[in-house]
């Protein structure tokens, strides 16, 4: 969510939002492959593919005047909406059933896919973030059940079970199955973004140091947090003294490898 967040504000908002859908049965390449392994042999030609079913209304006009509904009291129906601001496309009635898509993408896709145009990037954002992260209800009656199970045993001991019981439990499509047992990556991304702690000093979160490099301090000591984004950025050399710390952010990162 924070990436998305994070786009919008350096970027600008989106233009498009583009939903795919798998068609991994459907999808010609795919069938040929499955064919092979049964020892037959199909060509792109020889998949026989569903033809669309068609309407019986060819003009919108003709729909409406079967309907007996002028063409103004259709217009002015569409400016009703209970979401806000809307985007109607101009379509004919036999095309009611078919997404906004690009001809370029559908042709390499092969599958359903669906193109809108954003009018509120951060209702695209909640979207995206909501159905990613959209419950498992069998997940948590499990889980409720083992943490039920393991109430007289210490907190770790508990989490370790929970976390047991969350991997081999959980329930994933045949599409992720596919890429976690391949080692495929399961999303990559173009831009990458770094957490500047912009709270007041006072509640800034510090992440504290390894406990190997810390057990030989005195008690007293205060040298227990890591070093931060912020302290790096006020230890900056002399001739980056005029850098802001959005840019210092962005273009210098932290080595650890060359630590001596």
Not at 52 to 61: A, I, Q, R
Not at 140 to 162: G, H, P, R, Y
Not at 185 to 214: G, H, Q
Request: charged letters at 25%; a positive charge; one cysteine or more.
């Amino acid at each position: 969510m924070y990436k998305l967040l994070a786009a919008v504000k350096q970027l600008g908002i989106f233009t498009f939002f583009v939903t795919l859908s798998a068609a991994d049965m459907k999808w010609t390449d795919t069938i040929i492959v499955i064919t092979r392994q049964q020892g037959k042999s199909m060509s792109k030609e020889e998949v026989v593919i569903e033809k669309l079913e068609t309407k019986d209304y060819t003009s919108l006009n003709h729909l409406l005047k079967d309907s007996n509904i002028s063409p103004q009291e259709y217009k002015s129906a569409l400016e009703l909406s209970k979401r806000g601001k809307l985007i109607i496309y101009k379509r004919n009635p036999t095309e009611i059933q078919i997404n906004s898509y690009n001809k370029h993408l559908l042709r390499a896709w092969e599958a359903n896919l669906d193109v809108q145009y954003c009018l509120d990037p951060y209702a695209c954002i909640a979207y995206m973030v909501a159905y990613i992260t959209k419950d498992e209800r069998e997940m948590s009656q499990i889980l409720q059940a083992v943490s039920n199970e393991a109430n007289t045993l210490d907190f770790k001991s508990s989490m370790k079970k929970c976390a047991s019981a969350f991997f081999n439990a959980r329930e994933v499509s045949a599409q992720e199955a596919v890429y976690r047992l391949l080692s495929f990556p399961l999303f990559k991304s173009n831009f990458s973004t770094v957490y500047v702690p912009a709270d007041r000093p006072e509640k800034r979160i510090c992440l504290l140091k390894p406990i190997s490099s810390v057990k030989d301090k005195e008690d007293e000591d205060e040298d227990v947090y890591q070093t931060s984004i912020l302290d790096r950025y006020a230890a900056r050399p002399t001739k980056l003294e005029n850098l802001c710390l959005a840019k210092f952010s962005i273009w210098y990162t932290y080595d650890n490898s060359k630590k001596k």
